[in-house]
Structure formats: C-alpha cells, structure tokens
Nanobody
Framework: QVHLVESGGGLVQAGGSLRLSCAAS????????MGWFRQAPGKEREFVAT???????YYADSVKGRFTISRENVLNTVYLQMNSLKPEDTAVYYC???????????????WGQGTQVTVSS
C-alpha cells in the first residue's frame, strides 16, 4: 500500500524559511515524477512545483526564485525548500506522485495528507 507522509510545516514570519519533506513508501518511486501542490483557505488546490523522474524541474510563477524542489531517490523522498516566504504562501501543502505532463493535479496518482504552512506578516 502506498503512503506519502509530509512533514516540516509550521508557523513562520514573513521572510522566513521552511523545508518540507515527503517520504513515500509502498513502492520505489525513482521512475515517477513527484511534486507539491497547495490549497489556501477558500481557494482551489494549485500547482507549486514538480520534479520528473529524470530531474526536470517546474515551478509556478508565484514561487520561482524562492522555492526549490529536490528529491532523494534512495530515500524515496521529495523536498521543498521555501525561502522568502510571504503571507500569500499560507496554505496546506500536499505531496503528490504522478506522470507530470501539464503539472495538473488530475495527473497525480497518489497524494499525501497535507501539511499546514502559515506565514505571518
């Protein structure tokens, strides 16, 4: 059974940093894409960043230059380093596994339970 477990969320002041981790279990995901999406209160879930099995990186315009996605295949883990955080980054962040073509949430095969990130002004 596949499980994705996120960690690293929390409360941080604007301008601060957080590092999210997502540990996958149940199968080897080295040949899968992994990624992060987020959902702010009252809004739809949106794409944040994805990394393909070969290491191709994609970012939403809103986080380019501030967030960095990476993966450690040996650990079946994907990370999201978030710097220069803004109050508008406040959301529940979800880890996902999928065959990314358009970085759409309907391309995801598996989802984590989410981790809350709150950025205070």
């Amino acid at each position: 059974q596949v499980h994705l477990v996120e960690s690293g969320g929390g409360l941080v002041q604007a301008g601060g940093s957080l590092r999210l981790s997502c540990a996958a279990s149940g199968r080897n995901f080295a040949s899968y894409g992994m990624g992060w999406f987020r959902q702010a209160p009252g809004k739809e879930r949106e794409f944040v960043a994805t990394i393909s099995w070969s290491g191709l990186l994609y970012y939403a315009d809103s986080v380019k230059g501030r967030f960095t996605i990476s993966r450690e295949n040996v650990l079946n883990t994907v990370y999201l380093q978030m710097n220069s955080l803004k109050p508008e980054d406040t959301a529940v962040y979800y880890c996902a596994v999928g065959a990314w073509r358009k970085n759409r949430e309907d391309e995801a095969s598996y989802w984590g339970q989410g981790t809350q990130v709150t950025v205070s002004s």
